[in-house]
């Protein structure tokens, strides 16, 4: 071989080389990057619908963090604080701004609903139907809270930023979405509703799967109590702007700052899910809806019916709740998450009634 071809293929084996390294490097920096902020620059729910459904929802396989025993928790509505500032010095802070969410596409009354689908609703219609089950006098359980990613968690404190390492997922239960719903448990017990809480983290060590983990609970504990009449799957939104703003959702009550709760309805308009009790669902979302207006207005961001199951077909009394987003601080979400048990009670005892 010449000389010239043996510079030639040498040079061109070189740059071959350069190109890879670089392109392992950009795959590399997007995957840190992308795990740094738990992929979310825009309103998302950070749901992944379960393995057996087909869904763009984003999926995380972030990692979170271990801070202490899973199984501690807080036994009264009292939030303790553990953030220490001055941890923090020379981070860089991005800003957090409150708002209220209110109008969307359809109003009714004195609340709101986002159809994100083709169908056309009769609010009515199905806030004046009959629930799909009957309120019992016992002490059985008849609501079940449940958590499909447990490790959701919120902020510390009301600052008005955040610093950049912030990273809202936690494995302590007194501080991720578990305590909000042993909150709305507790509530639900101090208003005569038998309540039982799944404080299984579906979601870790592994976040893809949760849906399937969490069916399989919800149909664990609806065997072992029969008397189970509403299924909440409670989470956390996170809204993310592309300026690394984050949004808390808030409103105030008594003179005291909570976070907004949406309830989330699914339906199976076009057939791709066992999904035959969905207006029986969207008829129990609309009546907790407008009691928790009626009772605390400004607790709900508009309702949101979408083309989504996440595990609503297991029951005809299942919905998904956000309490609040990662920017809103664990207080508020408690808060709002005692609110939450006496909207269910009120609920439940005007059924039965009518």
């Known amino acids: 071989m010449k000389v010239s071809e043996k510079i030639c293929k040498a040079t061109v084996m070189f740059t071959a080389f350069v190109m890879s390294v670089f392109a392992v490097f950009c795959i590399w920096s997007r995957t840190a990057s992308i795990l740094h902020s738990d992929g979310l620059r825009i309103i998302t729910t950070g749901l992944s619908m379960y393995n057996t459904e087909a869904s763009s929802a984003p999926v995380s396989a972030a990692p979170v963090k271990d801070t202490s025993s899973k199984s501690k928790q807080t036994t009264d509505s009292t939030v303790t604080k553990r953030t220490d500032n001055s941890e923090h010095k020379g981070e860089q802070t991005f800003l957090v701004t409150e708002s209220l969410f209110r109008e969307s596409n359809v109003s009714y009354d004195n609340f709101y ?11 009515g219609k199905y806030l004046n139907a009959p629930l799909p089950f009957e309120y019992e006098d016992t002490s059985e359980p008849q609501v079940l809270i449940v958590h499909t990613h447990a490790t959701e968690s919120y902020m510390d404190d ?9 990273y809202p997922r936690d494995t302590d239960d007194n501080y991720n979405v578990v305590r909000v719903g042993k ?17 299984t983290h579906h979601d870790d060590p592994q976040y893809y799967g949760a849906y399937d983990n969490s069916a399989q609970s919800i ?13 909440l799957d409670i989470h956390r939104d996170s ?14 009550y008594n003179g ?17 899910y066992s999904f ?4 029986q669902n969207l008829s129990l979302a609309l009546k907790l809806h407008s009691t928790a207006e009626t009772s605390y207005p400004g607790m709900t961001r508009p309702l949101y019916f979408g083309n989504f199951m996440y595990n609503m077909n ?18 508020e979400a408690v808060y709002s998450g005692e609110m939450l048990g006496n909207v269910i009670a009120d609920t439940l005892r005007c059924a039965q009634i009518q």
């Open 113 to 123: 609903v986002k159809n994100s689908t083709e169908l056309t609703l009769d609010i």
């Open 158 to 166: 009301d600052l008005g930023y955040y610093y950049e390492s912030f």
């Open 183 to 199: 909150a709305i448990c507790d509530s639900l017990k101090s208003n005569g509703i038998g309540a039982v809480q799944c404080c």
């Open 219 to 231: 149909l664990d504990y609806m065997e072992k109590y029969p008397s189970i009449k509403i299924i």
């Open 239 to 252: 809204i993310t702007t592309d300026d690394n703003e984050k949004i808390k959702p808030t409103f105030t």
């Open 256 to 272: 005291k700052k909570a976070a907004q709760i949406m309830i989330m309805c699914g339906n199976d308009n076009y057939g791709y």
């Open 276 to 279: 035959p009790n969905w207006e």
């Open 314 to 331: 297991l029951a005809p009394g299942s919905l998904l709740i956000e309490i609040g987003t990662d920017a809103n601080t664990l207080e």
